[in-house]
């Protein structure tokens, strides 16, 4: 699997996930901080990468937009540290990889997380 992390995700995330053996790249390290939400769903498309991030506005775009892929992995977390956002992703890559691979909306909170298929109907 291929990740575009949000400006929000930490680079120690995006570390572990390479440590992992993931294919990831960070927004900023490709000097795109500042690119507007559909930009970035349109590079995941293109790229063929899940979105991991902070912000809802994803899913609102993704739903509005009857898209079926790029997946996007939105954190909503009280505490937010790269340790329990690494050990939240670890769960959902191993109980959830086959929805990224499909395209979905995965949202991430305190105690579990809650897997939307794509298109959002």
Do not use: C
């Amino acid at each position: 699997m291929r990740f575009l992390a949000d400006m929000g995700i930490s680079q120690s995330t995006v570390h572990w996930l390479h440590s992992q053996g993931y294919n990831v790249v960070h927004l900023r390290d490709e000097g795109l901080q500042k690119l507007p939400d559909e930009l970035i769903i349109e590079k995941a498309f293109a790229e063929n990468r899940i979105i991991l991030t902070f912000d809802l506005d994803f899913s609102d775009i993704l739903a509005s937009s009857s898209a079926t892929f790029p997946s996007v992995v939105i954190f909503r977390l009280k505490t937010a540290t790269p340790q329990v956002v690494n050990q939240k992703l670890k769960r959902i890559l191993s109980d959830s990889s086959d929805a990224l691979q499909k395209g979905a909306i995965i949202s991430v909170g305190e105690q579990t997380h809650r897997v939307r298929y794509l298109p959002i109907k």
